[in-house]
């Protein structure tokens, strides 16, 4: 799965109608009608607002509105683009200005398919890695085993707290989940604990 970190912008004409493409990140329903009410302020004059979004790489989440377009013509399209790229936590909206001329079904979802699409290939992604997250609680004399476990596994430190113990939130890799958990297991009898606190992900730059 990838997400996007920047917005993207892209706009042609086709037959008389302007379709102007936005991509931008969202983490939330609530993130994207919030962008969906800005665009609309932007462009109050255009013909259609249609748009996609999915979130929630755990669980995903998906939604498209035609926006009066004929149903299926519009946002299904854009959702196709956002599901065949693989993204999640990101929401695209297009924005048309009818010239005039109709395009028909199979030319409207061309035409919203591929502003979504100019927009996709334009952006620059992020990878999303799934992740298992556990807290981990040791005392300080254990920190050479910690440290021996970040160096075997793909760890992302989320939190830490340093108390009479040590008490760390770790993102883990879902592929190197059970392992890690077995090593950790291994060390109860030093006084190290941990506790599963359910699915996650992190996310990482491809350039």
Same mark, same amino acid.
């Given at each position: 799965m990838y997400t996007i970190t920047q917005i993207t912008q892209n706009s042609f004409r086709e037959k008389g109608s302007k379709f102007i493409g936005h991509l931008f990140p969202i983490s939330s329903k609530e993130d994207f009608e919030y962008?969906?009410?800005?665009?609309?302020?932007?462009?109050?004059?255009?013909?259609?607002?249609?748009?996609?979004?999915?979130? $929630?790489?755990?669980n995903i989440e998906e939604f498209s509105q035609d926006d009066g377009e004929p149903g299926g013509t519009a946002g299904k399209p854009i959702l $196709?683009?956002?599901?065949?790229?693989?993204?999640? $936590?990101?929401?695209?909206?297009?924005?048309?200005?009818?010239?005039?001329? $109709?395009?028909?079904?199979?030319?409207l979802i061309q035409a919203y398919g591929r502003s979504a699409e100019l927009c996709l290939e334009k952006a620059e992604r992020s990878t999303i890695i799934p992740t298992e997250n556990v807290e981990i609680t040791y005392p300080y004399d254990q920190q050479k085993e910690?440290?021996?476990l970040k160096?075997?596994?793909?760890?992302?430190?989320?939190?830490a707290q340093y108390l009479e113990k040590v008490t760390i939130k770790m993102a883990c890799r879902s592929d190197q989940a059970e392992p890690f958990w077995d090593a950790l297991e291994k060390l109860e009898h030093t006084g190290v604990t941990s506790e599963r606190l359910g699915s996650g992900y992190v996310t990482m730059s491809n350039n």
């Open positions: 962008k969906l009410d800005e665009i609309k302020s932007k462009y109050p004059d255009a013909t259609h607002h249609c748009y996609a979004w999915r979130s $929630n790489p755990t $196709n683009k956002l599901k065949s790229y693989e993204m999640v $936590n990101c929401g695209c909206i297009v924005v048309r200005y009818y010239g005039g001329t $109709n395009l028909g079904t199979s030319g910690i440290d021996q160096s075997r596994f793909d760890l992302k430190e989320i939190d």
